[in-house]
């Protein structure tokens, strides 16, 4: 069993800062990619940010500048530190961290979402 669990969601005033969070835990042989997605009412689920094991990121567009990932291996966990926001960053954030199997290939988590809200 796996649980990927995300916090640090919340409503700010656009301009402010946020930072997300998202541990794994259970039976976890090892982590590979953990990223961020996010969906905005009425829109499609969208990438935002992505780490690999290895620290390489990526991240949309859109929010280049202002949204860093970072991951603690030892904790399992990643992390969406978010600044300047805006009010088109209003989304349901959601977690995705892909679980490498001892077999081989991945099996990929989601987190539950949590809600972020930048009012103008």
């Known amino acids: 069993q796996v649980q990927v669990v995300e916090s640090g969601g919340g409503l700010v005033q656009a301009g402010g800062s946020l930072r997300l969070s998202c541990a794994a835990s259970?039976?976890?042989?090892?982590?590979?990619?953990m990223s961020w997605y996010r969906q905005a009412p009425g829109k499609q689920r969208e990438l935002v940010a992505a780490?690999?094991?290895?620290?390489?990121?990526n991240y949309v567009d859109a929010v280049k500048g202002r949204f860093t990932i970072s991951r603690d291996n030892a904790k399992n966990t990643v992390y969406l530190e978010m600044n300047s926001l805006k009010p088109e960053d209003t989304a349901v954030y959601y977690c995705?961290?892909?679980?490498?199997?001892?077999?081989?290939?991945?099996?990929?988590?989601w987190g539950q979402g949590t809600q972020v809200t930048v009012s103008s």
């Open positions: 259970g039976s976890i042989f090892s982590i590979n990619t």
């Open positions: 780490i690999t094991s290895g620290g390489s990121t």
């Open positions: 995705n961290v892909a679980l490498a199997m001892r077999v081989g290939g991945q099996y990929l988590y």
